[in-house]
């Protein structure tokens, strides 16, 4: 079966630290572009960070110097370490599958693949 499941989520004080996992199962993951994005009730969803095959990475402005995109085609998980949390980066967080042997993108309409997502809560 096709899918992707995000673990990691929780709720840390700002300045704190969380490390995101996504496993992939159902399909060759080393050849997908693969990214995070976050959304908040009532707003878009956000592009944080996105790598692709050839561990070409982007991060949105926003997680630049905090925040970290990974892989490991041989567990077949992406991760997302974060650090130096801030309350605006609350949110619930989905891994994404983009498209194969493509440069990195953080272009929703590119992302057919999610998952169903983990929730992160920063506190002040």
């Known amino acids: 079966q096709v899918q992707l499941a995000e673990s990691g989520g929780g709720s840390v004080q700002a300045g704190g630290s969380l490390r995101l996992s996504c496993r992939a199962s159902g399909y060759d993951f080393s050849v997908y572009v693969m990214a995070w994005f976050r959304q908040v009730p009532g707003k878009e969803r956000e592009g944080v960070a996105t790598i692709n095959n050839g561990l070409s990475k982007m991060y949105a402005d926003s997680v630049k110097g905090r925040f970290t995109i990974a892989r490991d085609n041989a567990k077949n998980t992406l991760y997302l370490q974060m650090n130096s949390l801030k309350p605006d980066d609350t949110a619930t967080y989905y891994c994404?599958?983009?498209?194969?042997?493509?440069?990195?993108?953080?272009?929703?309409?590119?992302?057919?693949?999610w998952g169903q997502g983990t929730q992160v809560t920063v506190s002040s």
């Open positions: 994404a599958r983009g498209r194969s042997w493509s440069p990195a993108s953080l272009n929703e309409p590119e992302f057919t693949l």
